[in-house]
């Protein structure tokens, strides 16, 4: 496993707990999704087994070599002391179909009778759940809040929240909360260079600002052109589209079924980029930018909700980005 790039502070503050004596039994790894808060959990994880068994040969802050036995047993997932909490395909042997909605309560008092038992590698236990935020409520919720509530012996838990203020407040109560922050254009660039070796630099630029500091959140757009619905967007938010040429032109490109990935990606993507262009607004011009971030968020939540006309939602967004054209 490789350490995340970016949020060093938040690693070494974890390192510092744990070698300290000092770890609390909960972390709360808490920021926005996609900038490597699993990513390290995982790698945390495993260096924290691998040191409580007493393993050779581990070196640096968060290194386990290839050929430790500790890493293959968790590569494996037949670590006897490591539990990874995720949403499971509604059918067991589908693992490429639909993802369940939540992490179920089944899930979580699954856990009981490796609590019932002491460690079986060393003196340390870990579990993980990615997300926290999508346990299954109120029951989920409740069966990890008692656990929290009365810690099993030598159990540490790795909780991932990218929302954490839609959380139980008792349990974020009983967590030390570690801030990820969003990665820079420069970490973004590290990230994304060597995974897309064959996209051009100009699309590398559109994909780290489409990610807003989210390495996770750009690759999921990667392949889908993002440069041309940036500079899209780009001109209409500079002269407005008058005549509703450049509006009613991505509408129709983003209509067809065929065309589903894009349109997903413009929702994600109008937002932010009216939240981008209000960074340097102050007065008037500031408050339409708000306005339109507002009404634009709102409208990519509907248009998934209710399944909304394609061709009229973006054309709808469309119209809010040319807003951003009105003189202060």
């Given at each position: 496993?490789i350490?995340?790039i970016?949020?060093h502070?938040?690693?070494?503050e974890?390192?510092?707990?744990?070698?300290?004596?000092?770890?609390h039994?909960?972390?709360?790894?808490?920021?926005?999704?996609?900038?490597g808060k699993?990513s390290?959990?995982r790698?945390a994880a495993?260096?924290?087994l691998a040191?409580?068994?007493g393993?050779?040969?581990l070196?640096?802050?968060?290194?386990?070599?290839?050929?430790?036995?500790?890493?293959?047993?968790v590569?494996?997932?037949s670590?006897?002391?490591y539990r990874?909490l995720?949403?499971?395909?509604k059918?067991?042997?589908?693992p490429?179909?639909?993802?369940?909605r939540?992490?179920?309560?089944?899930?979580?008092?699954?856990?009981?009778?490796?609590?019932a038992?002491t460690p079986?590698?060393?003196?340390?236990?870990?579990?993980?759940?990615?997300?926290v935020?999508?346990?299954?409520?109120?029951?989920a919720?409740n069966?990890?809040l008692?656990?929290?509530e009365?810690?099993?012996?030598e159990t540490i838990?790795?909780?991932?929240?990218h929302a954490?203020?839609?959380?139980?407040?008792?349990?974020r109560?009983r967590?030390?909360r570690?801030r990820?922050?969003?990665?820079?254009?420069?970490?973004?660039a590290t990230?994304l260079?060597p995974?897309?070796?064959d996209?051009?630099?100009?699309?590398?630029?559109?994909?780290?600002k489409a990610?807003?500091g989210s390495?996770?959140?750009?690759?999921?757009y990667?392949?889908?052109?993002?440069?041309a619905?940036?500079n899209?967007?780009?001109?209409?938010?500079?002269d407005?589209d008058?005549?509703?040429?450049?509006?009613?032109?991505?509408?129709?490109?983003?209509?067809?079924k065929?065309?589903?990935p894009r349109?997903e990606?413009?929702l994600?993507?109008?937002?932010?980029?009216?939240?981008?262009?209000?960074?340097?607004?102050?007065g008037?011009?500031?408050r339409?930018?708000?306005?339109?971030?507002e009404r634009?968020?709102?409208?990519?939540?509907?248009?998934?909700a209710?399944s909304?006309d394609q061709?009229?939602?973006?054309?709808?967004m469309?119209?809010?980005?040319a807003s951003l054209?009105?003189?202060?």
């Open positions: 496993m350490l995340p970016g949020n502070a938040a690693q070494m974890l390192r510092a707990a744990i070698s300290g004596g000092t770890s039994h909960a972390w709360l790894f808490t920021g926005p999704q996609g900038v699993a390290f959990a790698v495993l260096r924290l040191e409580a068994a393993e050779p040969g070196t640096g802050d968060f290194d386990v070599p290839l050929e430790n036995p500790t890493r293959h047993l590569a494996a997932g670590h006897p002391d990874e995720i949403r499971l395909p059918e067991a042997h589908k490429d179909q639909d993802i369940a939540s992490i179920s309560v089944a899930q979580v008092r699954g856990l009981q009778p490796l609590f038992t079986s590698m060393s003196p340390r236990r870990i579990v993980l759940i990615d997300s935020d999508d346990l299954e409520r109120p029951g919720s069966a990890l008692k656990s929290l009365e810690p099993p012996s838990f790795f909780l991932i929240s954490p203020g839609r959380l139980l407040p008792t349990i109560s967590c030390r570690l990820f922050d969003p990665l820079s254009p420069a970490e973004m990230v260079q995974r897309l070796p996209a051009s630099s100009v699309e590398v630029a559109a994909l780290i990610g807003d390495p996770g959140r750009a690759l999921g990667a392949g889908l052109e993002m440069a619905l940036d899209v967007m780009a001109t209409i938010a500079k407005g008058a005549t509703n040429a450049e509006r009613t032109r991505l509408a129709k490109q983003l209509a067809p065929a065309a589903q349109y990606a413009f994600d993507l109008a937002p932010t980029f009216i939240a981008q262009s209000s960074v340097m607004r102050t008037p011009s500031l339409v930018a708000l306005d339109a971030y634009a968020r709102a409208l990519a939540v509907s248009a998934r209710l909304l061709q009229a939602t973006v054309y709808e469309a119209g809010l980005v054209a009105r003189p202060d």
